[in-house]
């Protein structure tokens, strides 16, 4: 069941609680053991902008939203930070904006640049949709993981909450982006106001249809100064059993703990973990600009290095020495017979 990626999860395993629901997530954190031994990938997360476009129902960044101070990170700072103050146990970085194609140009091409000279850390953005040429240039830049959420699987609901553009359109995003070499991985959101057991299912359909390499489940946390503000948080469980049907799925797709898993309710995180989760990301944002960066709440659970590794340890999990980029790496030279190392020297 676990190996050939044969399961697709029923409602009832959406749902399931009590002794069923242990089984279910002891059988996937088995499944990410076989796959991943106790290694977990450690990246760290940095928020360069948010400014945003766009104006998702659910998201404190919208557009709409006057009351949050927006801001552009400098890329020097960031790449001083970087470079000079990150935990030894990171071997990827995350740049992470609102969609702002301005902060695109000005703030993330000269950081991965600064980051390339200097390290052979791995990087991710995710920056929402772009134009080709962006891409392209993000990629040449050394960027090679592009995180792209097709957020709600059902074309009716991504409309209905306003999510970026249109369903079809993002999921043809995805797909031109792991056509032009990209490692992608996707994510979408669970328990939004509404959302059936059906709905949430969708989204599995949809995950398994597209070229990636993990995705995410985050849970619906209602936004301050969003129209959703007073709408109720997502389900832990249907939240943690989507990581735990997502890791069955898939078993060889990195799959993140998101900080929000803790703000859905305490010890959020850990479930993650021990629901088949392999990814885990600690926030080097600079404070002052951190506050700014509301999707959620401003009272924001920030992960730390020191939270990182205490959670790592209660789960027996270990740090990867292998980044994620490199994994990838060597599983795509893997596929087309080259040798592993080739692409790393050509984009150095
Ligand atoms: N609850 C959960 N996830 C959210 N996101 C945005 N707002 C919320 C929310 N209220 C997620 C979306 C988006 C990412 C930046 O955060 O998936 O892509």
Redesign the pocket.
Known sequence: MTRDGNYFPGEPDLSLQGEAQVRLHECAAAATRKQFGKKVFVRAVVEISNFCREN?T????RRDNASLHRFRANAEQIAELLLRHRPASVTDINI?AGEDPVAVREVVLPLIRMLRRETALGISV?LGTLTPALYRELREAGASIYIM?F?IGDPARYREFSAPGTLEERLQHIRMLAESGWNVSS???AGLPGQTLTDLQQNFAVARSLPLQGCSV??????DE?P?ATAAAAEANWTLNSIAALRLMRPDWVIPAVS?LNLMEPDGYRHGLAAGANLVTMNLTPGDLREDYV??QRDRFIMTEERVLKVLATQGFEPSEIGLADYYRGRTDKKTDRQPGVTAAAAA
């Open positions: 998702c659910y998201c404190g960044m992470q995710c959420k957020e994510g979408f959101i985050s849970p619906f946390i209602p936004g969003t959703l929000a999707i959620y």
